[in-house]
Protein backbone atom coordinates (compact mmCIF):
# COMPACT_ATOMS: atom_id res chain seq x y z
CA UNK A 1 0.00 0.00 0.00
CA UNK A 2 2.72 2.25 0.64
CA UNK A 3 4.86 1.85 -2.30
CA UNK A 4 1.17 2.30 -4.14
CA UNK A 5 1.59 5.66 -1.95
CA UNK A 6 4.71 6.67 -3.14
CA UNK A 7 4.23 6.05 -6.74
CA UNK A 8 1.51 8.07 -6.97
CA UNK A 9 2.32 11.07 -4.74
CA UNK A 10 2.12 14.84 -6.44
CA UNK A 11 5.55 15.29 -5.87
CA UNK A 12 6.42 11.76 -8.25
CA UNK A 13 3.99 12.84 -10.73
CA UNK A 14 5.17 15.95 -11.20
CA UNK A 15 8.86 15.01 -11.25
CA UNK A 16 8.03 12.18 -14.48
CA UNK A 17 6.06 15.16 -15.94
CA UNK A 18 9.01 17.32 -15.78
CA UNK A 19 11.14 14.69 -17.20
CA UNK A 20 9.43 13.77 -19.98
CA UNK A 21 8.38 17.55 -20.75
CA UNK A 22 12.23 17.47 -21.07
CA UNK A 23 12.69 14.51 -22.99
CA UNK A 24 10.22 15.66 -25.64
CA UNK A 25 11.45 18.92 -26.09
CA UNK A 26 14.75 18.18 -26.05
CA UNK A 27 13.65 15.77 -29.12
CA UNK A 28 11.58 18.65 -30.58
CA UNK A 29 14.42 21.22 -30.63
CA UNK A 30 16.84 18.70 -32.03
CA UNK A 31 14.72 17.77 -34.63
CA UNK A 32 13.50 21.81 -35.60
CA UNK A 33 16.93 23.16 -34.71
CA UNK A 34 19.59 20.86 -34.53
CA UNK A 35 19.15 17.68 -36.91
CA UNK A 36 21.47 17.35 -39.92
CA UNK A 37 19.13 17.35 -43.16
CA UNK A 38 21.22 15.23 -45.66
CA UNK A 39 19.19 15.46 -48.94
CA UNK A 40 16.86 18.05 -50.75
CA UNK A 41 13.89 16.05 -50.28
CA UNK A 42 14.47 16.16 -46.62
CA UNK A 43 13.82 19.74 -45.96
CA UNK A 44 10.80 19.81 -43.64
CA UNK A 45 8.15 21.85 -45.33
CA UNK A 46 8.14 24.78 -42.48
CA UNK A 47 11.48 25.70 -43.99
CA UNK A 48 10.52 26.39 -47.55
CA UNK A 49 10.31 30.58 -47.80
CA UNK A 50 10.55 31.39 -44.15
CA UNK A 51 13.97 29.54 -42.98
CA UNK A 52 17.45 29.46 -44.07
CA UNK A 53 19.90 26.43 -43.90
CA UNK A 54 24.02 27.07 -42.82
CA UNK A 55 26.21 24.97 -45.06
CA UNK A 56 29.32 24.10 -46.51
CA UNK A 57 29.44 24.18 -50.52
CA UNK A 58 31.77 20.81 -51.26
CA UNK A 59 31.07 20.61 -54.82
CA UNK A 60 29.93 22.95 -58.11
CA UNK A 61 28.90 21.21 -60.94
CA UNK A 62 27.61 23.60 -63.18
CA UNK A 63 27.04 27.35 -63.30
CA UNK A 64 24.02 27.41 -61.15
CA UNK A 65 24.10 24.40 -58.87
CA UNK A 66 26.18 22.93 -56.19
CA UNK A 67 26.21 20.42 -53.52
CA UNK A 68 25.81 21.92 -49.62
CA UNK A 69 26.63 20.08 -46.32
CA UNK A 70 24.52 21.02 -43.91
CA UNK A 71 25.94 22.24 -41.06
CA UNK A 72 22.96 22.99 -38.07
CA UNK A 73 23.69 24.99 -35.18
CA UNK A 74 27.18 26.31 -37.45
CA UNK A 75 30.04 26.98 -35.44
CA UNK A 76 28.58 26.86 -32.07
CA UNK A 77 27.61 23.77 -32.18
CA UNK A 78 31.12 22.64 -32.71
CA UNK A 79 31.49 22.35 -36.88
CA UNK A 80 35.09 23.10 -37.35
CA UNK A 81 36.66 22.07 -34.05
CA UNK A 82 34.63 19.20 -32.12
CA UNK A 83 32.75 17.58 -35.37
CA UNK A 84 34.67 17.67 -38.59
CA UNK A 85 33.42 19.54 -41.27
CA UNK A 86 34.19 17.44 -44.95
CA UNK A 87 36.42 18.70 -47.56
CA UNK A 88 35.53 19.53 -50.71
CA UNK A 89 34.80 17.37 -53.60
CA UNK A 90 34.68 14.28 -51.51
CA UNK A 91 31.97 13.06 -54.19
CA UNK A 92 32.29 8.98 -53.03
CA UNK A 93 32.26 9.91 -49.28
CA UNK A 94 29.47 12.46 -49.41
CA UNK A 95 27.66 10.49 -51.23
CA UNK A 96 23.74 10.91 -49.97
CA UNK A 97 24.84 13.06 -47.62
CA UNK A 98 24.33 16.77 -49.17
CA UNK A 99 21.75 18.57 -50.43
CA UNK A 100 21.72 19.34 -53.95
CA UNK A 101 20.94 23.46 -54.61
CA UNK A 102 19.68 25.14 -57.59
CA UNK A 103 19.72 29.02 -57.26
CA UNK A 104 16.87 30.59 -58.11
CA UNK A 105 16.34 32.88 -60.44
CA UNK A 106 19.51 32.99 -62.85
CA UNK A 107 20.30 30.91 -65.31
CA UNK A 108 24.16 30.13 -66.55
CA UNK A 109 24.82 28.85 -70.07
CA UNK A 110 25.19 25.24 -70.43
CA UNK A 111 28.34 22.88 -70.48
CA UNK A 112 28.30 20.69 -73.13
CA UNK A 113 26.32 17.07 -72.33
CA UNK A 114 24.35 14.40 -74.07
CA UNK A 115 26.32 14.81 -77.28
CA UNK A 116 25.33 18.78 -77.55
CA UNK A 117 28.08 21.59 -77.61
CA UNK A 118 28.77 23.84 -74.40
CA UNK A 119 27.33 27.38 -74.83
CA UNK A 120 30.11 30.50 -74.94
CA UNK A 121 30.96 31.22 -71.53
CA UNK A 122 29.57 28.04 -69.65
CA UNK A 123 33.04 27.24 -68.51
CA UNK A 124 33.80 30.84 -67.52
CA UNK A 125 30.49 30.66 -65.59
CA UNK A 126 31.42 27.49 -64.11
CA UNK A 127 34.70 28.80 -62.85
CA UNK A 128 33.20 32.01 -61.25
CA UNK A 129 30.77 30.45 -58.94
CA UNK A 130 33.21 27.30 -58.19
CA UNK A 131 35.94 30.44 -57.11
CA UNK A 132 33.08 32.61 -55.38
CA UNK A 133 31.54 29.79 -53.26
CA UNK A 134 33.44 26.08 -53.42
CA UNK A 135 34.68 25.46 -49.33
CA UNK A 136 32.47 28.22 -48.10
CA UNK A 137 30.11 28.47 -45.34
CA UNK A 138 27.04 30.04 -46.70
CA UNK A 139 23.35 30.50 -46.14
CA UNK A 140 20.17 29.20 -48.37
CA UNK A 141 16.81 29.67 -48.28
CA UNK A 142 14.80 26.74 -49.54
CA UNK A 143 11.71 27.84 -52.36
CA UNK A 144 10.90 24.60 -54.33
CA UNK A 145 11.93 21.39 -54.94
CA UNK A 146 12.23 20.65 -58.21
CA UNK A 147 12.13 17.85 -61.01
CA UNK A 148 15.52 16.70 -60.28
CA UNK A 149 15.22 16.87 -56.61
CA UNK A 150 17.23 19.72 -55.81
CA UNK A 151 16.05 22.59 -53.81
CA UNK A 152 15.78 25.56 -55.85
CA UNK A 153 16.77 28.17 -53.13
CA UNK A 154 18.04 31.76 -52.51
CA UNK A 155 22.04 31.92 -52.14
CA UNK A 156 23.82 34.22 -49.99
CA UNK A 157 27.71 34.30 -49.50
CA UNK A 158 29.51 36.52 -46.96
CA UNK A 159 31.89 38.54 -48.17
CA UNK A 160 34.33 41.39 -46.63
CA UNK A 161 31.35 44.19 -47.82
CA UNK A 162 28.33 42.18 -46.47
CA UNK A 163 26.12 39.20 -47.75
CA UNK A 164 25.91 38.89 -51.49
CA UNK A 165 23.05 37.35 -53.24
CA UNK A 166 24.63 34.88 -55.49
CA UNK A 167 22.02 34.99 -58.45
CA UNK A 168 21.98 38.51 -58.47
CA UNK A 169 26.07 38.60 -58.53
CA UNK A 170 26.09 36.26 -61.31
CA UNK A 171 23.35 38.11 -63.57
CA UNK A 172 25.43 41.55 -62.82
CA UNK A 173 28.35 40.08 -64.61
CA UNK A 174 27.07 38.46 -67.19
CA UNK A 175 27.72 34.86 -66.63
CA UNK A 176 23.78 34.25 -66.10
CA UNK A 177 20.58 35.45 -67.35
CA UNK A 178 17.24 36.26 -65.61
CA UNK A 179 15.44 32.68 -65.78
CA UNK A 180 13.08 33.02 -68.51
CA UNK A 181 10.88 29.53 -68.20
CA UNK A 182 7.83 29.94 -66.92
CA UNK A 183 6.85 26.96 -65.05
CA UNK A 184 9.65 26.59 -61.99
CA UNK A 185 10.83 30.22 -61.45
CA UNK A 186 11.54 31.56 -57.88
CA UNK A 187 13.03 35.16 -57.11
CA UNK A 188 12.55 35.58 -53.69
CA UNK A 189 10.53 39.44 -54.65
CA UNK A 190 14.11 40.13 -56.61
CA UNK A 191 12.86 39.61 -59.89
CA UNK A 192 13.03 43.53 -61.16
CA UNK A 193 16.23 44.02 -59.38
CA UNK A 194 17.58 40.96 -60.94
CA UNK A 195 16.23 42.37 -64.35
CA UNK A 196 17.60 45.59 -63.82
CA UNK A 197 20.95 43.97 -62.98
CA UNK A 198 20.74 42.06 -66.66
CA UNK A 199 20.20 45.52 -68.33
CA UNK A 200 23.28 47.34 -67.28
CA UNK A 201 25.04 43.91 -67.70
CA UNK A 202 23.73 44.23 -71.50
CA UNK A 203 24.40 47.83 -72.06
CA UNK A 204 28.05 47.01 -70.77
CA UNK A 205 28.90 44.17 -73.05
CA UNK A 206 29.48 41.85 -69.75
CA UNK A 207 30.05 38.31 -70.15
CA UNK A 208 27.76 36.28 -72.38
CA UNK A 209 26.47 39.88 -73.44
CA UNK A 210 29.56 40.59 -75.21
CA UNK A 211 28.92 37.92 -78.36
CA UNK A 212 27.79 39.03 -81.38
CA UNK A 213 23.73 38.98 -81.92
CA UNK A 214 23.86 35.90 -84.58
CA UNK A 215 26.08 34.14 -81.70
CA UNK A 216 24.41 35.00 -79.01
CA UNK A 217 21.68 32.42 -77.46
CA UNK A 218 19.96 32.83 -74.00
CA UNK A 219 20.23 29.54 -71.82
CA UNK A 220 16.58 29.05 -72.04
CA UNK A 221 16.83 29.56 -75.70
CA UNK A 222 19.21 26.82 -76.09
CA UNK A 223 17.35 24.24 -73.76
CA UNK A 224 14.21 24.71 -76.67
CA UNK A 225 16.45 24.17 -79.34
CA UNK A 226 17.00 21.06 -77.56
CA UNK A 227 13.80 20.35 -76.05
CA UNK A 228 15.53 20.07 -72.33
Known amino acids: MSRE??????LVLLYGLGTS?????????????FRRIKRAI?????????????????????????????????????????RKVPEINRFKELKG?????????????ERAHFGRPAQPFSEEALIWLR???LGRWLYIKPLH????????????VLKWTGFKDVSEEMIKIGL????????????DGKESIYRKRQTKAQEK???????????????????NKYNN
Open 5 to 10: VTLYHP
Open 21 to 33: VTIIGGYSLYHRY
Open 42 to 82: EIPSYYFRKRFIYGKVTSVGDGDNFHLYHLPGGFLSGWGWL
Open 97 to 109: ETIAVRICGADAP
Open 131 to 133: QYI
Open 145 to 156: LDQYQRVVAKVL
Open 176 to 187: ATVYEAKAGAEF
Open 205 to 223: KLGMWSLNKKDMQTPREYK
